[in-house]
RNA sequence: GGCGGAGUAGCCAAGUGGUAAGGCAGGGCUCUGCAAAAGCCCUAUGCGUCGGUUCGAUUCCGACCUCCGCCUCCA
């Protein structure tokens, strides 16, 4: 079966095709973070489905290039930066870092690119020309706008990723006055002038000084790293209208008549969650930073595994109890991969395939890692049978072994922490083993306490002691 | 008001036109000097409600109820 993917586009699950026509390189843009706070766990979400989708294509053989682009310019930093009397440097850098930080504690591999908003500026005056010359842009008092009905009238499609009736678009609260300007209420801004609150986030334009929109940054910089049409798009649901489908127009509408050609060939949204039960929101005490969590104790992989636990199309509900039975569940995943490696010793085979194959049927089918984790869990299940039994070869289990380490280059959330234990913990445990055999049994707990202070748990099987991290 | 998504055991969550994966929690058991460890076993006659189609529906159709998202800068 082939692998295959929910295309917002044609709101249906299709056949993953790469535009490559070697069939091997993949374009992937993910809509990154806008860096004005510390990341919370709505927005790891999404980043984190993203990283499935890539390592899944990376398992499946295909060559990813993968960006991810960094928001470093927008209302709310340039509020926060006037506010702190900051530069615009320095505050997006700390929470950019911190994004970073975060990324790497939720195991994301990094992307191939991470393109600030800031740094292409050029690519983004020059994208807005083409737009200017294609007629698609006009000028009011120094802020450039993206004319839906130039666009329409030229025949090209506003509305590709949802039904979209703009005469029925509610003129809500959230249209601001700074927005009176605009021919019609959908259009949008591709450059904005620059006004008194900006402070000194600025930049020279053909239109006089001023900064870009927000959307025209994510189809600035896509194009210039992945080609003016690449294969994957993915962002939050809630990008999906006006921003994914502004950058679509910006895109296609850049393009000169005769050479257009589709931006993105597969749109993918993740859904969004809800932290217990409820919308995350600051009043409800509901809303947790990745930092937030960390300090409850808990860590990366247990977040990761957690938020990689349901299916990206459906709203999850986060909870700090399901955070709680990941690290039980991980932990079941930890023994079992142990007792392997102990079973497997020096022995190495070739990937056993009977649990890969379903896996790769589960994730191909448009992510089904809840499919894909049962099918880890009914192997585990059945490899401690076997191994209860002592039914298992050190070449079997050195075949499940390998094959769990190719599912784990897509979920990657094996333990990491589980060393060797050091001489010093071996020897404590031998002396424990000493005063067991000798049925000093005070002196055998009084050991096992000093173990676990040192942050070593023993456990004794009928084939002898273990020890694995406490 | 418009568009879209979802309702499966205490909780989370797959799935299928033929009678319900998996995880957590809970219960039982095994191993053990002990176990706080680990493993095994058990746990939905039921899949929001009411109709319809069908030999048969949780799965298809219709209505209804409830929840959620988007509708101009929120992942």
């Known amino acids: 079966m082939a692998l295959r993917f929910f295309n917002t586009l044609s709101r249906s699950v299709q056949d993953f095709v790469p535009l490559d026509p070697g069939g091997k390189r993949v374009g992937m843009y993910c809509c990154g973070p806008t860096v004005y706070d510390f990341g919370h766990i709505g927005n790891f979400r999404t980043f984190v489905f993203a990283d499935l989708v890539r390592r899944h294509l990376e398992f499946r053989g295909y060559q990813v290039t993968h960006v991810m682009n960094i928001t470093d310019v927008e209302d709310k930093i340039i509020r926060r930066v006037r506010e702190t009397g900051e530069t615009l440097a320095d505050y997006t850098g700390r929470y950019e870092s911190a994004f970073l930080a975060d990324c790497e504690t939720l195991r994301l591999r990094a992307p191939h690119h991470r393109p600030r908003a800031t740094d292409h500026i050029g690519p983004i005056i020059g994208l807005i020309r083409r737009l200017e010359a294609n007629g698609f842009a006009y000028v009011v008092d120094g802020s450039v706008y993206f004319s839906i009905d130039r666009y329409r009238g030229a025949g090209r499609c506003y509305g590709q990723l949802l039904n979209l009736d703009l005469e029925q678009l509610r003129t809500g609260e959230r249209v601001r006055n700074d927005e009176y300007a605009k021919e019609a209420v959908a259009d949008f801004a591709l450059w904005k002038a620059r006004s008194p609150e900006d402070g000194d986030v600025f930049w020279p334009s053909p239109w006089g000084e001023g900064r870009p929109g927000w959307h025209i940054e994510c189809s600035a910089m896509s194009m210039q790293l992945l080609g003016a049409s690449f294969d994957l798009h993915l962002g939050g649901e ?162 499940e072994l390998a094959a769990w380490q190719r599912i784990d280059t897509v979920f990657d959330v094996a333990n990491r922490s589980e060393a060797i234990a050091p001489p010093e913990i071996l020897a404590l445990v031998e002396e424990r083993q000493a005063a067991r055999k000798a049925r000093d049994f005070p002196q055998a707990d009084v050991l096992r306490k000093r173990l676990l202070d040192a942050g070593w748990l023993v456990e004794d099987t009928p084939k002898g002691p273990r020890v694995k991290r406490a």
């Open 238 to 399: 809630d990008l999906v209208f006006p921003h994914h489908e502004d950058e679509i127009a910006q895109s296609e509408g850049a393009a000169p008549e005769g050479e257009r050609r589709p931006f993105v060939k597969y749109w993918l949204h993740g859904a969004h969650l809800l932290v217990e039960g409820k919308k995350m929101s600051k009043s409800l005490g509901n809303f947790f930073t990745l930092r937030d969590l960390l300090e409850r104790g808990f860590s990366g992989r247990e977040i990761r595994y957690l938020l990689l636990s349901a299916h990206y199309r459906d709203s999850f509900n986060f909870t700090l109890d399901g955070l709680a039975g990941a690290r039980t569940a991980l932990g079941r995943i930890d023994e079992c991969v142990a007792r392997l490696r102990e079973t497997a010793g020096n022995t190495s085979d070739e990937p056993a395939t009977s649990l890969l194959d379903r896996f790769t049927e589960a994730l191909d089918d448009d992510l089904n890692v809840s499919a894909a984790w049962g099918c880890v869990f009914d192997w585990v299940r059945d490899l401690n049978r076997r191994l209860d039994a002592g039914a298992l070869s050190s070449a079997a289990a050195a075949a």
